[in-house]
């Protein structure tokens, strides 16, 4: 029999009111699978099996109202149609309504109902529903906080392939909870995660392999999963990238790469990053000495907490590097940096404060404040 001759069949039972053609012909229409691609028809087709009971029609056309395609999205109506399919045993939908609930999508938020929801499709071995029921003991959301549960939860999703368990279960045995701690462990499933592109794991592989965590310390290896990270804009990545490229560690030592994954952590917020930044800029390292530019950096470091940012400013200023002097803020600068602990730090505003008159000294108290106001706001 052709296609075309299946097709005639399929319609004429659908046609007759068969749940199981109207499915059928809705899902050929929904993914241009013997008919064109049509949302409008495939929801047609999907309501009228929905509305006789059919529960993969339901879960299906709660996928077309939860994304809105066919069909105005409408999250009040997705949850009804997941609902439906739901109760009647459909796994997908029972995590797709745990899911929704857990958000607050078109229903009120609730986490027990939630994690009830999860567990049904979880005992029926639904990966993602145990994932994040396992997420949900971890947390104490709508259950008990369990980390023996999670791990046991996380553990069967990870089993399964699910590359957010195989993550979290690293981070369990990497922190012992919920098991034993266990680095060697800790590894293997981050390299399960880590192969599906999820870059905390690679991250977390790069920072065990540099600091020699469950394996001998591996420059090559932290480089080169520190990459992969970075390669994805994870910033703390990038950073300590860059901090290899500089020290020579995982290859040869390049200044200019160093610079070039600082540039990339700083404009993400990292203060380590924009510190080291400034260094470069300062010292020429890497970059074009630019003292005006190092300024710049050592400034948005400085803002957020970073000391040694905060007395290197107050050494430009004190002897106009970059910057006209200015021993006001110079005084300024060296009394943030002072109040975290730094010696040096403390000698120099001590130093600077007697050079100062009492107008000066004023200036430079009421500019120290408003600093640190800025910074505790940041």
């Not at 050079?355 to 120290?368: E, I, P, Y």
Request: with cysteine.
């Amino acid at each position: 029999m052709g296609d075309k001759q299946d097709l005639v069949l399929i319609r004429q039972a659908a046609d007759q009111g068969d749940v199981a053609a109207q499915t059928l012909l809705g899902t050929m229409y929904a993914e241009g699978v013997g008919l064109p691609l049509d949302s409008e028809q495939a929801v047609a087709w999907y309501r009228k099996a929905a509305g006789q009971g059919h529960a993969v029609a339901q879960f299906n056309l709660g996928n077309m109202y939860n994304s809105g395609k066919g069909v105005a999205r409408d999250y009040q109506q997705a949850v009804a149609w997941y609902r439906s399919a739901a109760e009647q045993g459909h796994i997908s939908a029972q995590y797709n309504l745990g899911f929704m609930i857990h958000k607050g999508r078109g229903v009120a938020q609730d986490d027990e109902q939630a994690a009830a929801w999860y567990r049904k499709a979880a005992d029926l071995g639904h990966a993602k529903a145990q994932s994040n029921l396992g997420n949900m003991y971890a947390k104490g959301e709508g259950v008990p906080q369990d980390n023996k549960q999670a791990a046991l939860w996380n553990r069967k999703a990870a089993s399964q392939g699910n590359a957010t368990a195989q993550f979290n279960l690293g981070n369990m045995y990497h922190n012992g909870k919920g098991v034993a701690q266990d680095h060697h462990q800790a590894m293997v499933w981050y390299r399960k995660a880590a192969a599906q592109g999820v870059v905390e794991a690679q991250y977390n592989l790069g920072v065990m392999y540099d600091t020699g965590q469950g394996v001998p310390r591996d420059s090559r290896q932290a480089a080169l999963w520190y990459s992969k990270a970075a390669d994805q804009g994870f910033a703390a990545a990038q950073l300590n990238l860059g901090n290899l490229c500089a020290r020579g560690e995982g290859g040869q030592e390049d200044h200019e790469q160093a610079a070039l994954w600082y540039q990339k952590a700083a404009d993400h917020g990292i203060a380590s990053a924009q510190f080291n930044l400034a260094l470069a800029y300062l010292n020429g390292e890497g970059v074009c000495q630019d003292r005006e530019e190092a300024h710049g950096w050592f400034r948005k470091a400085a803002i957020q907490g970073v000391a040694e940012a905060q007395y290197n400013l107050a050494v430009m200023y004190a002897k106009g590097i970059g910057v006209p002097q200015d021993v006001v803020r110079a005084f300024a600068w060296y009394t943030l940096a002072a109040a975290q602990g730094d010696r040096d730090a403390k000698e120099e505003r001590d130093y600077a404060a007697s050079k100062l008159t009492n107008a000066q000294l004023s200036r430079a108290l009421a500019l120290a404040a408003e600093l640190q106001a800025e910074r505790a706001c940041h």
